[in-house]
C-alpha cells in the first residue's frame, strides 16, 4: 500500500502516511517487512542463560531417573533443579519436557457447571481440618483390601493410615486414632476440640459408630458435598500419590505385607515428597512450621 500512487498527487502515498491512517507506529511496519524478507523461529529475548537446552534437558532426565517418586511433573523438576543449583525458569523446563515426552500422562476432565464447593478447604493452621478417605488394592493371597487414609488439609501431611481385609467402620477409625494421638498426645473425651474431619458419604464414615466417635474426641463431622469430589480434595490427592508411588507399581502377598509397607510409604512421604503451595517443602517441614506460627501467634 505504501507503493501505491495517489490519484490526486501522482505519488505513492509513503509509509509515514500509511501508518498515520492506519494508527500503527513505523517500527511495527519496519519489523514486520524485515521478518517477511527474513524469516526466523522466534526465540526468547534477553541473555542466554549458562545451560544450553540440550545440557539442561540432560539435566532434567538426571532429576528424573534419580528421583524417588514416579511421574513428577515440570514444576518439581524445576524445584529439584533449583536444589541442585541449575537456575533456569518453569517454563523453559515445562517446553524441554513436553518435547521430550517427559511429562507424565494426565486424563482430560469435561466441562463442569459451576462448583457446589466454592472458597477454600485449605486452613492457615495445621490440626484444624483433616481429610480422610478409603481405597482398595489386591493382594495375592487374600484378595482384595481396604486401605483408608487421614491428611491435614492446611500442610499435606498424612497422619494416619490402615490396611484392613474388610473396610468396616470399626478399621475406618484407625487412622483417625493414630492421627489424634500423634497430634493431640492423648486419645480420650474431647481431646479434639476444634478439629474439622471432611469425608465423603460412605457407609463407614456416615455410619452411627464412626459419627458417635468424632463427637466423643469433640472433633465436628464434615462432609463433602455429593458428586463433588473437590470437597474432599486433600484425601483425594493423597490417594492419588499413594496409588501412583505404592499401590499401582508394587504387589503384597497379604494384607499384613501392605499395611507395613503403607506406614513405611506415610513416613516416607511426610519426610521426602515436596509440596508446591509451601514452597516446594515436605509435609513434615510444613506442618512444623504452620504449628510453629500458632503457637507464636498465641
Same mark, same amino acid.
Given at each position: 500500500?505504501?507503493?501505491?500512487?495517489? /490519484?490526486?498527487?501522482?505519488? /505513492?502515498? @509513503? +509509509?509515514?502516511?500509511?501508518?498515520?491512517?492506519?494508527?500503527?507506529?513505523?517500527?511495527? $511496519?519496519?519489523?514486520?517487512?524485515?521478518? =517477511? =524478507?527474513?524469516?526466523?523461529?522466534?526465540?526468547?529475548? %534477553?541473555?542466554?542463560?549458562?545451560?544450553?537446552?540440550?545440557?539442561?534437558?540432560?539435566?532434567?532426565?538426571?532429576?528424573?531417573?534419580?528421583?524417588?517418586?514416579?511421574?513428577?511433573?515440570?514444576?518439581?523438576?524445576?524445584?529439584?533443579?533449583? $536444589?541442585?543449583?541449575?537456575?533456569?525458569?518453569? %517454563?523453559?523446563?515445562?517446553?524441554?519436557?513436553?518435547?521430550?515426552?517427559?511429562?507424565?500422562?494426565?486424563?482430560?476432565?469435561?466441562?463442569? %457447571?459451576?462448583?457446589?464447593?466454592?472458597?477454600?478447604?485449605?486452613?492457615?493452621?495445621?490440626? +484444624?481440618?483433616? @481429610?480422610?478417605?478409603?481405597?482398595?488394592?489386591?493382594?495375592?493371597?487374600?484378595?482384595?483390601?481396604?486401605?483408608?487414609?487421614?491428611?491435614?488439609?492446611?500442610?499435606?501431611?498424612?497422619?494416619?493410615?490402615?490396611?484392613?481385609?474388610?473396610?468396616?467402620?470399626?478399621?475406618?477409625?484407625? /487412622?483417625?486414632?493414630?492421627?489424634?494421638?500423634?497430634?493431640?498426645?492423648?486419645?480420650?473425651?474431647? +481431646?479434639?476440640?476444634?478439629?474439622?474431619?471432611?469425608?465423603?458419604?460412605?457407609?463407614?464414615?456416615?455410619?452411627?459408630?464412626?459419627?458417635?466417635?468424632?463427637? $466423643?474426641?469433640?472433633?465436628?463431622?464434615?462432609?463433602? $458435598?455429593?458428586?463433588?469430589?473437590?470437597?474432599?480434595?486433600?484425601?483425594?490427592?493423597?490417594?492419588?500419590?499413594?496409588?501412583?508411588?505404592?499401590?499401582?507399581?508394587?504387589?503384597?502377598?497379604? +494384607?499384613?505385607?501392605?499395611?507395613?509397607?503403607?506406614?513405611?510409604?506415610?513416613?516416607?512421604?511426610?519426610?521426602?515428597?515436596?509440596?508446591?503451595?509451601?514452597?516446594?517443602?515436605?509435609?513434615?517441614?510444613?506442618?512444623?512450621?504452620?504449628?510453629?506460627?500458632?503457637?507464636?501467634?498465641?
Amino acid at each position: 500500500m505504501t507503493r501505491q500512487v495517489s /490519484p490526486s498527487a501522482m505519488r /505513492p502515498y @509513503g +509509509v509515514s502516511r500509511t501508518c498515520r491512517v492506519l494508527e500503527i507506529p513505523r517500527s511495527t $511496519f519496519h519489523a514486520c517487512k524485515a521478518r =517477511l =524478507l527474513d524469516p526466523k523461529p522466534p526465540r526468547k529475548r %534477553g541473555p542466554k542463560g549458562p545451560w544450553g537446552d540440550e545440557a539442561l534437558l540432560g539435566e532434567i532426565r538426571r532429576v528424573l531417573e534419580s528421583s524417588p517418586w514416579n511421574g513428577e511433573g515440570h514444576r518439581k523438576v524445576w524445584a529439584r533443579l533449583r $536444589f541442585e543449583g541449575v537456575r533456569t525458569s518453569k %517454563g523453559r523446563v515445562l517446553r524441554l519436557m513436553r518435547e521430550a515426552g517427559l511429562l507424565a500422562p494426565v486424563r482430560v476432565g469435561k466441562p463442569r %457447571g459451576p462448583q457446589a464447593h466454592e472458597g477454600t478447604i485449605i486452613p492457615d493452621r495445621a490440626n +484444624v481440618m483433616w @481429610g480422610t478417605d478409603s481405597t482398595t488394592t489386591l493382594t495375592r493371597l487374600e484378595g482384595t483390601a481396604t486401605v483408608f487414609i487421614a491428611v491435614d488439609h492446611a500442610s499435606a501431611k498424612g497422619v494416619g493410615i490402615h490396611a484392613a481385609k474388610k473396610g468396616t467402620r470399626y478399621e475406618a477409625l484407625e /487412622p483417625l486414632r493414630q492421627g489424634i494421638r500423634e497430634e493431640f498426645g492423648a486419645y480420650e473425651e474431647g +481431646v479434639a476440640a476444634g478439629l474439622s474431619l471432611r469425608h465423603d458419604h460412605g457407609s463407614p464414615f456416615v455410619s452411627e459408630v464412626y459419627q458417635d466417635e468424632l463427637h $466423643f474426641l469433640g472433633a465436628e463431622s464434615s462432609p463433602s $458435598f455429593v458428586r463433588a469430589p473437590e470437597g474432599n480434595g486433600c484425601a483425594e490427592r493423597f490417594i492419588r500419590t499413594l496409588k501412583e508411588q505404592l499401590l499401582w507399581i508394587r504387589s503384597f502377598d497379604t +494384607v499384613e505385607e501392605l499395611r507395613l509397607a503403607l506406614h513405611h510409604f506415610l513416613d516416607r512421604y511426610n519426610r521426602e515428597w515436596i509440596v508446591e503451595r509451601h514452597g516446594y517443602i515436605t509435609p513434615a517441614a510444613a506442618h512444623r512450621r504452620l504449628r510453629r506460627c500458632a503457637e507464636d501467634a498465641a
